[in-house]
Nanobody, 119 residues
Framework: QVQLVESGGGLVQPGGSLRLSCAAS????????MRWYRQAPGKERELVAT???????NYADSMKGRFTISRDNAKNTVYLQMNSLKSEDTAVYYC?????????????WGQGTQVTVSS
């Protein structure tokens, strides 16, 4: 069984920073692409950032220059460093990973971590 567990969310003031982590565990052979999504109240889930096995990254336009995605392949962990946070960044943040297990390839989701940006 595979689990993705996020951590690092919380309450932060506008302009502040947070670092989210997502650790994958279980019968994992390889982890391919890893992503962060977010979902604000009343809105659809949106893609925040993507990082490939080789470290190539891609960001949604509104996050470019403020957010940084990275991964530690040895720890099966993906990170999201969020700087210059704005109230509109308030959302539940989810990690997503495409990975290979003994049962084949599949994508998995974490349970989400709440990020609230407010003064």
């Amino acid at each position: 069984q595979v689990q993705l567990v996020e951590s690092g969310g919380g309450l932060v003031q506008p302009g502040g920073s947070l670092r989210l982590s997502c650790a994958a565990s279980g019968s994992i052979s390889s982890i391919f692409i890893m992503r962060w999504y977010r979902q604000a109240p009343g809105k659809e889930r949106e893609l925040v950032a993507t990082v490939t096995t080789g470290g190539s990254t891609n960001y949604a336009d509104s996050m470019k220059g403020r957010f940084t995605i990275s991964r530690d392949n040895a720890k099966n962990t993906v990170y999201l460093q969020m700087n210059s946070l704005k109230s509109e960044d308030t959302a539940v943040y989810y990690c997503n990973a495409g990975l290979q297990t003994t049962y084949g390839y599949a994508t998995y989701w974490g349970q989400g971590t709440q990020v609230t940006v407010s003064s």
